[in-house]
């Protein structure tokens, strides 16, 4: 299975400043036809998970353009601009260009 | 807009099994698959297979063989999991979320495992 490695897993923010996040795969995840399907999602407490980003850029509707997603092969970002009090919570990347999918064991966007 | 309505909470024994429902609304359901994930108390998100809501063929994956089994009832747009022989470590929230790349999410359901 491919592994998927996120970075830093805590990332305590500034309300207003930016923030950035990583995440690694053991694999390339460009696929067979030519797309990368690494997807990004958003979990606040209690909540259940909400998609943001899909094929590394491709933000969901509703997503705020502060946040983008950016990166190729094995090595992909997540950027927040201007961090909001909305935004915290754990993020998690997927990697759907091999199966099984898998997952990052997520990284916590926490006030400083 | 699309829904997907799992549910409630579960408390069961250990040996019992349970059946927890995703009932979609908001688009043809059979035009996209339902994909089931896991998550363990404090911990995250394990991706356990799909079903296709077209043919009704499950998918799983290896970790989830055996004791799952993916259903559906396409005359009500619901989909089904259920676990059979229910250990503790089953303890977890199930979700639904439909999609070839979980476009949408329920809002999942709390299965329990306790003696």
């Given amino acids: 299975d491919v592994v998927m490695t996120q970075s830093p897993l805590s990332l305590p923010v500034t309300l207003g400043q930016p923030a950035s996040m990583s995440c690694g795969s053991s694999q390339s995840l460009v696929s067979s036809d030519g797309n990368t399907y690494l997807s990004w999602f958003h979990q606040r407490p209690g909540q259940s998970p909400r998609r943001l980003i899909n094929k590394v850029s491709e933000r969901d509707s509703g997503v705020p353009d502060r946040i983008s997603g950016s990166g190729s092969g094995t090595d992909f970002t997540l950027t927040i601009s201007r961090v909001e009090a909305e935004d915290l919570g754990v993020y998690y990347c997927m990697q759907g260009t091999h199966w099984p999918y898998t997952f990052g064991q997520g990284t916590n966007l926490e006030i400083k | ?115």
């Fill in chain 2, 1 to 115: 807009q699309v829904q997907l309505v799992q549910s409630g909470s579960e408390l069961k024994k250990p040996g019992a099994s349970v059946k927890v429902s995703c009932k979609a609304s908001g688009y043809i359901f059979t035009n996209y698959g339902m994909n089931w994930v896991r998550q363990a108390p404090g911990q995250g998100l394990e991706w356990m297979g799909w079903i296709n809501t077209n043919t009704g063929n499950p998918t799983y994956v290896q970790d989830f063989t055996g004791r799952f089994v993916f259903s559906l009832d396409t005359a009500v747009s619901t989909a089904f999991m259920q676990i059979f022989s229910l250990q503790a470590d089953d303890t977890a929230v199930y979700y639904c979320t439909m999609g070839p790349y979980l476009d949408h999410w329920g809002q999942g359901t709390l299965v329990t495992v306790s003696s």
